[in-house]
């Protein structure tokens, strides 16, 4: 998709290109859903299979396009299975978040090489203690 990024390399021009492109065609009723203030973050993400006897079978990594205390927005060069539960690792320099179980609520195709997917935590995320001093470089939607 956008050479695989790192955790610490999230800012490369295709993963930009292909989050704008993400941000033109978000739906009206995936933004009427929401029932909590989204918060625009760039950050490197790896998800993996929520059930630890699995983890080694699967890894991709990605990157998010926003955050809110109950769930992500994020893309991925390949999809993920809608239904199942994942174990999601943001990287620690953007938030300092410990890794988050999360269910994939629905994916979609954004082009041919990349996948949104709409994530839901499995517990509330506080947002205070997640960005401490970088929040003030975030944007609100």
């Known amino acids: 998709m956008f050479n695989q990024p790192t955790h610490g390399d999230v800012c490369s021009l295709e993963a930009l290109d292909a989050l ?11 933004r009427q859903a929401r029932s909590s203030i989204r918060i625009r973050l760039r950050a490197s993400v790896r998800a993996e299979p929520g059930s630890p006897d699995q983890r080694q079978a699967f890894s991709v990594e990605g990157v998010s396009s ?33 890794p988050l179980l999360s269910r994939c609520l629905r994916v979609r195709m954004v082009r ?15 947002m205070d203690d997640a960005f401490g001093q970088t929040q003030d470089d975030c944007l609100f939607d």
Do not use: I, W
């Open 66 to 98: 926003d955050l809110s205390t109950g769930g992500c927005q994020l893309l991925f060069p390949r999809p993920l299975r809608v239904g199942d539960f994942y174990l999601l690792t943001f990287d620690h320099s953007s938030l300092r978040l410990e």
């Open 112 to 126: 041919e090489d990349a996948f949104e997917a709409g994530m839901k935590f499995l517990e509330p995320v506080d």
């Open 20 to 30: 704008s492109d993400l941000e033109r065609n978000k739906s009206d009723s995936v």
